[in-house]
């Protein structure tokens, strides 16, 4: 075991998970170690009850993403969104629209096919779906969220090839389940721009991911039900210790899941979006009071994808 271990580590990784938790040092461009994120920002309504609510709590929002996919907005609705998020100076990241379980597949809704269930299936769902990146950009979406590591690698080279913005962010969502420092780093290394990692990892786990790579990891503290449903909020200040740069994510437990989502569930999106930030300033209020040394950035800072001027017309 020894000698796996030395030769684990000649390739440039951990030989073992850090269990002595070392701090990290890495930091986002600006020089902050965390910033915080609200899931499930569902439409521009419940974007804009995010605003309110980040004011009303005074919690700084640096980045939301978004579950239903761009391909669930009209082109006003997307439009407002990413307006709205470049007013703010805000991060929005969009869902890549045709995955599994939008599909007529069944295996994603059985028992023992579940992980497939973000993934694009085919040749046709990889064209679909850069067909969706290609219209949130022409908005002027900078951020996007995605499940299926041929579609991140696609992405990769599109943007190489001039097809897509070079300053394209892809964000990888927690369901595309890699959960080692290994797996992350091929992750970053075909064009992951951040990685949330599984819900469950140990603080020895978590620095020995963020020893092998230099991309943000994004990191729920507290879980959707569905996902696991762990509040680690105590936890926050030793992760951000051992990982930075992190993105900390409020998710919501005792929640519905409302993908995908539309104006007959936008009451209840906004309403979720409301109490993710209250969350969000339980969070914060941990940091300040255990570790007010950690340092976070300002809304609108370098590395933040803000969306850019768009163009998308209104059919």
Known sequence: M???????????????????????????????????????????????????ASQNYDVPIHRVSQGSGIMLLTDDELNDMVS???????E?????????????????????????GQRVEG??????????IKRGCEAGLRSILVADEGLLWLVHEFKKLGELPSDLIVKVSVQMGQSNPVSIRMIENIGAGTFNVPTDLTLS??????????I??????????????????????????????????FGLRNAPNIYPS?????????????????????????????APYLKTSK?????LAVPAEGSLASS
């Open 205 to 214: 786990r978590l620095a020995a991911i963020r020893q092998a790579v230099d």
């Open 123 to 132: 040749i046709d769902q990889l064209v679909y779906a850069i067909e969706d």
């Open 262 to 290: 539309g104006t007959h569930l936008e009451e209840t999106s906004m309403t979720l979006s409301k109490e993710r930030v209250r969350r969000a300033r339980i969070g914060f209020e941990m940091i300040q009071r255990y």
């Open 92 to 116: 929005v990241s969009l869902f890549v629209g045709p995955r599994g379980t939008w599909d007529i597949t069944a295996m994603p809704w059985s028992s023992g096919g579940k992980i497939l």
């Open 2 to 52: 020894d000698q796996t271990r030395q030769k684990i580590a000649a390739l440039g990784f951990p030989s073992s998970d850090c269990n002595d938790l070392p701090s990290s040092t890495k930091v986002f461009p600006d020089g902050a170690q965390y910033r915080i994120e609200i899931p499930s920002v569902e439409g521009t309504k419940s974007l804009e009850a995010v605003l309110e």
């Open 84 to 90: 709205l998020s470049k007013r703010e100076s805000l």
């Open 299 to 303: 809304r609108g800072a370098e590395g």
């Open 216 to 249: 943000p990891l994004d990191i729920y503290v507290e879980v959707p039900d569905d996902m696991g449903g762990f509040i680690r909020h105590y936890d926050i200040p030793e992760i951000i210790r051992v990982a930075a740069p992190v993105y900390i994510k």
